[in-house]
Nanobody, 124 residues
Framework: QVQLVESGGGLVQAGGSLRLSCAASGRSVSGYTVGWFRQAPGKEREFVAAIRAGSTITYYADSVKGRFTISRDNAKATVYLQMNSLKPEDTAVYYC?????????????????WGQGTQVTVSS
């Protein structure tokens, strides 16, 4: 079992940056593929980025490609989401999620463990 805790959300102006952290406990996070998802009010949860277990291979939604970067520090059992050039449409609750193994997915239902979420608000 893996427990995930997100942090780093907040209020930022358009064009600004934030770095989200997803701290894992319970088991080594290196064997898990970790994804970031977000959910805006009245919308479905959507895929943002993922990083495969045991590698630095990453995947991004088209809407964030070139602006967001996902990375992991296995020694700290933490996965990061660096968000630059933020836009008002990035406003959402951001969740990290994990699934065991190196097969990645953009479907939220394929992830077994979830954090509680952190709010990101981008003002125009």
């Amino acid at each position: 079992q893996v427990q995930l805790v997100e942090s780093g959300g907040g209020l930022v102006q358009a064009g600004g940056s934030l770095r989200l952290s997803c701290a894992a406990s319970g088991r080594s996070v290196s064997g898990y593929t970790v994804g970031w998802f977000r959910q805006a009010p009245g919308k479905e949860r959507e895929f943002v980025a993922a990083i495969r277990a045991g590698s630095t291979i990453t995947y991004y939604a088209d809407s964030v490609k070139g602006r967001f970067t996902i990375s992991r520090d296995n020694a700290k059992a933490t996965v990061y989401l660096q968000m630059n050039s933020l836009k008002p449409e990035d406003t959402a609750v951001y969740y990290c999620a994990a699934r065991y193994g190196s097969t990645w997915s953009r479907r939220s239902t394929d992830y077994d463990y979830w954090g509680q979420g952190t709010q990101v608000t981008v003002s125009s």
